[in-house]
């Protein structure tokens, strides 16, 4: 099976993982209590740094983020294997939930949004890195694209309608995720070089 195709059955899996344990939360509510971002008890119950992620508001919350992730994945499968997939989409959590740990707010929050947000941005950093460190329109557009929008929704003038839980906080997820997918694409170039070098 080639190896684009695994990364985008791994993404795949997350969505599907992500719609069970939405089901499963419509019968039994208490769920969403136990698996999401909780700052108060993120150290007491370590694994809420990942669930975090994979835990949804509702439908539509869950389809927008499913759409998202998958169309992502695609657009960059390729500069991945199964391996590097899941240690850029492993550090971008982690790095999401303590970049808002640091922040102190929100106190609470889920969606796979912020892992969108770092897998897109790491994915152009690897385009990038690809065409020898060449800019072209595309990629431009991608960047100025995913950070003007984080920079106006921290700015307060655009909102999601999805994410009433969070309300104008939904920048601190997002730049957590640009922060920690720069940092992705960061130790996977340093893993490429290793590599190269025979180490």
Request: net charge negative; with cysteine; glycine share 8%.
């Amino acid at each position: 099976m080639p190896q684009q195709l695994q990364v985008i059955i791994c993404a795949l899996l997350v969505v599907v993982i992500a719609t069970w344990l939405h089901f499963y939360q419509t019968e039994l509510p208490q769920l969403l209590d136990h698996f999401d971002f909780d700052r108060e008890r993120i150290w007491d119950e370590p694994w809420r740094i990942l669930t975090a992620h994979v835990m949804h508001l509702n439908l539509q919350h869950l389809m927008l983020n499913g759409a998202g992730l998958i169309i992502v994945t695609v657009l960059f499968a390729r500069h991945f294997s199964v391996r590097t997939w899941l240690n850029a989409v492993t550090i971008i959590t982690v790095g999401i939930s303590l970049w808002v740990w640091l922040l102190g707010f929100p106190d609470r929050f889920v969606g796979l949004s912020g892992l969108i947000h770092g897998l897109f941005l790491c994915g152009i950093f690897l385009e990038w890195s690809a065409s020898n460190y060449r800019w072209d329109w595309t990629l431009a557009i991608g960047l100025f694209f995913i950070i003007g929008k984080v920079a106006l929704e921290a700015m307060g003038l655009i909102a999601s309608t999805v994410l009433l839980s969070t309300g104008d906080q939904v920048w601190v997820m997002h730049s957590g995720g640009l922060l920690a997918g720069a940092l992705a694409w960061w130790l996977h170039q340093r893993r490429l070089a290793a590599l190269a070098e025979g180490r």
